[in-house]
């Protein structure tokens, strides 16, 4: 599946590096150390016109000198060299190139002309190219090393690690070499001007000793397909992602409240959630749910046990737990009769099981066996500060055996920095996610029961979310562009969701006071009164909105208090008169919005609607289109959502009818990129069984950007 | 004003530990150890009925043999002993004691016994204890250590640490000696059964070397004085606090919305920020704060440079930097100008300052020079994953002089946990702030951001706080407590409110339809009816409350609706008839309440009100009375609290009468222990100038529990 040049990028026969130096200081210098240091058993070839020998072995004076085999280029030339380089790679039959040197587009116009002409180039000859501007791979297993990261190189390990940063590769590598664990793959993908963290997505999760894919992300070119890969990807192997360069939200020009509460940061939230993706919120933290996520099976549940030989930090472990929604198991007598038989009278055998200070590495193990078998726990933490009469390491081999045997989760923290650290490496060595402090150990047990749960109930039905376009829709859209674009009419609006079977109360346009009347009277009071206006987005803030009107009498007035409040607030704003609806049943009123990410496309909000929502924020964002599941949960992670099943004397509403609406809805939005914006504000859901109808809509067009 | 005995504590002229061992694995040879390899330069004594000599000094066989000069005895007797012990001791003129033995209530009721009668002992010989079952104290600059940790001793610092844990303490100096930081400090309370955390805040404030102080909390005995004292403590030095045993709020039966919200995390959050305390998610995080606080001056304001030899690591900084409030600053033309012409052309003059991965150590120096001397830049972060061309503690060495001479924050990111391991050793040694990853860095900035913030609108006006209670009131309260207390009528609750000059509508009972219809007529319409019923708290909830009856007809059909409805969904509720009041002008609704901590008092609650408070959490706490800067922050807390200055076509309302009604319901809470849970639901804020009325509120009282 997977394309083979990548089994020339990362198992090549043989590899070349272009441009090696003898100076210690220098890129191609790294480069050359590095491939030889990692033990790779493919041939080894280095480029320099100067030729001589580097490291005990010859030196090509250029690329059609170097003999067979030859996969691989690792290019440290100048950037003005490196096109005609790639040229002599791909004559030479290479079709994988790393292009590490710098002097592209990071340092201006003149770099990026050379960078457009070599991602040019390498798309005609058929080269891949990693970078430039990249400091390589490794992997640790085949093993080979094209970086020139400061030495020692990674050990090897289970995580495979994509990076938009060099430097972060080189911090998380020197992190991973203090703490003990490894990579199993690691890719710098410099400018990315060939292939993306995308493109390498596959290629790492493909890797047999790759258990979890960690990704430091700047930015993703191609949002949709990136949130497709990554979703394929992640059902086979777990991804977590440090995403960086937040943007805060709600920084536009605020055209809706959807506007005003999206941005770059929701557009993430949705396409991580949606592909499966845990963000974290730092390096360390990433890091310390991969370790567990590499090496622990996944829990069966949310409930915990905690093992310690003090209290203090079982407390610690047990508030954490708790802050990431998991539970103390409740143990069964039979497991507390068990620990009661071989524990001090002192300790304490309900959960956490506080064994006492002089807890000796045997009663550790001892301990965690019995919490391993009782069927109520799902996983367990096992705390040790430095203990009083054993060694940290001493108490880490009793725990190994036993650890690695079970069947369920068991995260160690040796806890401390300098009397632990032999015992930590050891655990690392023995593949035992150990950590310093007991809350870390928390983070990273609620990271693999998110995984857990995520693989419970991820769709396998990917076809169903296929396009429904309407044609009715489609010929509104184009009369709205061909006149230019921008909101449409609230007639265009309603039919375009009616073609999605969204329900609108019917709207009928008055354009006088006595024809208002005359129209409530036929329609059948009570009646709801809005300004017409093609200027105005939101009527009620220009007191363009009455409700509850009763009488003809009513309705005359009302019209020419709407009409002339519009003209006060928006004085250049076209009032073309007003438009009339029946006023409907009382419901819970919520909102439903999309605006259109430059990197993820369409992405719905719902939430708690009416004027406060921007400032109660209680809203939810996800990528159109919304399979069921991520409606629902949607509705579950607000507020808004929660109480359409009613609370207190709030009686429940229609809330099948608003999933309904939001699915319809993100359908509509995804089908027509040429929505740019659209919200239903409210969306009354009508009492349970008598559905829900959108009381007021926006809809804004404009030709897509791309 | 500290008690001369802390001396005895700290730095005693002679010191015993009663109960020594030959066996290293005792708690009695431990502490002898300790005492010796502190280095400690008073007079040491061991007693043990055995005699002989421990550590080549001899052994004395009871306490009374014990030579001059002894201050300070530490116990590692058995349990049973240490009453005895201590009798002995204060015959022998001592008056500080440590029990560092176990047994007491933490193993059951027999210990507890022993630890009642110990604690009883004590206040009558006025012998002060510390402990039992705790590890006992160091101080690093006398030096003394009557712990019983693991070797080696945490190294001198300016970090106080006060614990509730000893195994915390083992696990902390751990991880302080692996990162080469230190304490001034430490103490370990054990059970309190004499001397407390709070106790112990003033001694260690006084320790001139101490620059911060770090508590870990499971729970403190008298919230209010704890309040009180760490309120002044933390005026001269910053207190940090991890503060563990969380109980999820919302737990208890919910009789209003306050208590249903309340709980002893509010409490908790409520008194630290009275207190002035720093309260972090973590023990890493606490420490990561710690000495930054301890080490850096504060900076003038939120701006803040970034200083990298890369990209990505810049990011991180910034993004977390933003997250936590604080900003990049704009560097002037002069800096950029001045680091242009120190730095490659490829280098990024605009902060992030990006000086690429060559950098050298003088680089690092010069380039962080010109950013101090920047006025608009208020503090510095500055990062090096292992630089390929120098060694980490080059880097160090080059940027500690340059730190040390600032008067502005420079925090620095060694980023990685193996090359980088000696560099981060001279920087702390150095007391220059040192951090494994950025994210920690701009956490640990924030830190210090809020303590400068903090110490600039810290009231100086102590004395304003005192009881206003009111005679009226009181009445009021002794009737209903004389009648067994419980929830007030709604004319005591208009009284008691009223007393407080809290603004309640004209309220008057009916008993029939026909006399609400009269009374409605004399009120003046429109009017609201509510149900009568003593034992109906949450009123609409039972369809016991109808808004904006506007005829005698409307009033009479309301009657019998609401009295039937109250009767229908609570069956063996008094119905007492119905109460009218006047219906007033629109306005925004919110809520004030209050509900008792059985550790801090009354806790006052703030947010959005009516039905839906519950679901949306908009709301905050704070602990009663109330200073006026706290209440203005407990509205700008919240949507509620900021909203009541207007928000798009919602006017502004009274928000001056919302501070004041919400400070006169915290001065009456605190004014009447008696209180049990109150509630203003909704009081609704005028327009400017017209005021804030209690729409409905009730009031509970009972018996306070001490």
């Known amino acids: 599946m997977t394309d083979p040049v990548f089994d020339a990028f990362f198992s090549p026969r043989g590899v070349v590096v272009v441009g090696v130096s003898q100076d210690p200081a220098k890129l191609g210098y790294g480069l050359a150390r590095n491939l030889v240091a990692s033990g790779y058993p493919g041939a080894i070839h280095f480029v320099n016109p100067r030729g001589g020998t580097l490291l005990g072995r010859p030196v090509q004076p250029n690329i059609p000198s170097v003999p067979d085999p030859v996969e691989l280029a690792v290019l440290a030339t100048p950037a003005a060299a490196t096109v005609d380089a790639l040229r002599a790679c791909h004559a030479r039959g290479i079709r994988a190139v790393i292009v590490a040197s710098g002097g592209f587009k990071e340092v201006g116009a003149e770099g990026a002309a050379i960078e457009a002409e070599l991602a040019k180039v390498a798309a005609e000859l058929g080269v891949r190219v990693i970078g430039p501007n990249c400091i390589g791979l490794l992997d640790t297993h085949v093993p080979i090393d094209t970086t020139f990261l400061q030495p020692p190189a990674p050990r090897p390990g289970e995580i495979a690690f994509v990076s938009h940063s060099g430097a972060v590769c080189g911090a998380v590598v020197d992190y991973a070499n203090g703490r003990g664990f490894g990579f199993s793959r690691m890719v710098s993908v410099g400018n990315q001007a060939d292939l993306t963290e995308t493109d390498l997505l596959g290629p790492a999760a493909d ?13 993703v070119g191609a949002g949709p397909r990136f949130v497709d890969v990554a979703g394929r990807v992640s059902r086979r192997v777990p991804v977590l992602a440090l995403k960086v360069g937040r943007s805060p939200a709600g920084q536009r020009a605020a055209a809706s409240h959807t506007g005003a509460l999206a941005g770059a940061e929701s557009a993430w939230d949705a396409a991580f959630r949606r592909a499966g993706i845990q963000r974290a919120d730092g390096l360390e933290e990433m890091f310390d749910w991969a370790r567990a996520l590499a090496w622990c099976p996944l829990p069966a549940g949310r409930a915990m046990a905690v093992l310690t030989n003090a209290g203090g930090p079982g407390v610690i472990a047990t508030d954490s737990l708790e802050e990431h929604g998991l539970a103390l198991a409740a143990l069964t007598d039979a497991t507390q009769r068990a620990l009661r038989a071989i524990l001090p009278a002192a300790a304490s055998v309900a959960n956490p099981v506080d064994m006492l200070a002089a807890a000796s590495p045997q009663l550790y193990a001892e301990a965690l066996g019995l919490l391993l078998v009782d069927a109520g726990v799902h996983g367990v933490i096992v705390l040790s500060p430095p203990p009083p009469l054993y060694t940290p390491e001493a108490i880490a081999e009793a725990l190994i055996p036993v650890a690695k045997a079970a069947t369920k989760p068991v995260l160690v923290g040796l806890l401390g920095a300098y009397l632990v650290n032999k015992g930590a490496a050891l655990l690392a060595e023995a593949r035992v996610p150990d950590y310093r402090f007991p809350e870390q150990a928390a983070s990273a047990l609620a990271a693999l029961v998110r995984r857990g749960e995520w693989l419970a109930q991820v769709p396998q039905e990917e076809g169903t979310m296929g396009k429904t376009r309407s044609e009715a829709a489609w010929e509104t859209i184009e009369q709205a562009l061909a006149a230019g674009g921008g909101w449409l009419s609230p007639e265009a609006t309603t039919s375009l969701l009616e073609a999605y079977g969204i329900r609108m109360p019917r709207l009928q346009a008055a354009g006088s006071a006595a024809q ?27 007191g363009g909105v009455v409700l509850d009107l009763r009488t003809t009498d009513a309705v005359a007035a009302a019209f020419e208090k709407v009409t002339g409040a519009a003209k006060a607030a928006r004085p250049g704003a076209r009032i073309l008169g007003v438009h009339l609806q029946p006023m409907l049943p009382k419901g819970q009123e919520v909102i439903a919005g999309a605006v259109r990410d430059p990197q993820f496309g369409a992405q719905v909000m719902f939430g708690s609607g009416g004027v406060e929502v921007e400032g109660l924020k209680d809203v939810a964002f996800g990528l159109a289109p919304l399979p069921r599941a991520e409606a629902e949960e949607m509705l579950e992670r607000t507020w808004a959502g929660k109480k359409l099943r009613g609370f207190r004397d709030l009686v429940p509403a229609d809330r099948e009818a608003v999933v309904q609406t939001l699915l319809a809805f993100s359908r509509l939005v995804a089908d027509f990129p040429e929505i740019a914006e659209a919200e239903i504000n409210p969306l009354r859901a009508l009492a349970e069984g008598q559905g829900a109808v959108a009381l007021d809509a926006r809809i804004r067009v404009a030709k897509p950007a791309g």
């Open 207 to 219: 890797d047999p000793h790759t258990k979890v894919i960690a990704l430091y992300l700047e930015s």
């Open 516 to 542: 208002a009347a005359e129209l409530a009277r036929m329609m059948g009071f009570p009646v709801v009164m809005k300004v017409a206006s093609p200027d105005i987005t939101h009527k009620s803030d220009v």
